[in-house]
């Protein structure tokens, strides 16, 4: 069989080349498609766990304001029941990929997945390190949703003291 057998009358090659054509069109619009489907679920999905998180927040404020209360009464039991319903919440979030953002307090600050609200002044030191978590951050597949909220310790100079 020779080559030949295979080629197009030059209206058919045009024809089919069209085709081709359309097809790869039609297929960078699906994919642009499928990112922009992905990109919406995902914005949808981060704004539904900022407002869980938020809530997450406000009962970890009302433990906290519970368990300053007098050990009398019902306020121990009440604590305790929003304790566990805080990390009810944070259990089903956690089952949804989120994660708490690793920080070590005493290590140097990872910009990515925190933010210093607050700097504190100490003697000596070899840079900046964190001081104290302030606040949780959390990460939900590889994309930061809240960074974490730090206290960064840095080198102070005092001036020498007056004779």
């Known amino acids: 069989m020779s080559h030949d057998a295979y080629l197009l009358p030059a209206p058919d090659h045009a024809a089919l080349r069209g085709h081709l054509e359309a097809l790869m069109r039609a297929q960078v619009h699906a994919a ?9 679920g995902e914005a949808a ?19 906290s304001f519970l368990e300053a209360q007098p050990a009398e009464g019902p306020w121990p039991r009440l604590a305790r029941n ?14 949804r990929g989120l994660v708490i953002v690793p920080i070590a ?17 100490v003697d000596g030191g070899a840079g900046e390190l964190v001081a104290a978590v302030l606040r949780d951050g959390y990460l939900i597949a590889d994309r930061v949703l809240r960074p974490a909220e730090v206290a960064i310790q840095v080198p102070g100079h005092r001036p020498p003291a007056e004779a």
């Open 32 to 40: 642009q498609a499928q990112r922009e489907t992905r990109r919406a």
């Open 45 to 63: 999905t981060d704004a539904l766990c900022l407002d869980m998180l938020e809530i997450a927040d406000m009962l970890a404020s009302q433990v």
């Open 82 to 95: 929003l304790a566990r319903t805080r990390n009810k919440l944070l259990g089903s979030l956690g089952r």
């Open 105 to 121: 307090v005493g290590e140097p600050p990872d910009y990515r997945v925190c933010v210093a609200v607050e700097r504190r002044e």
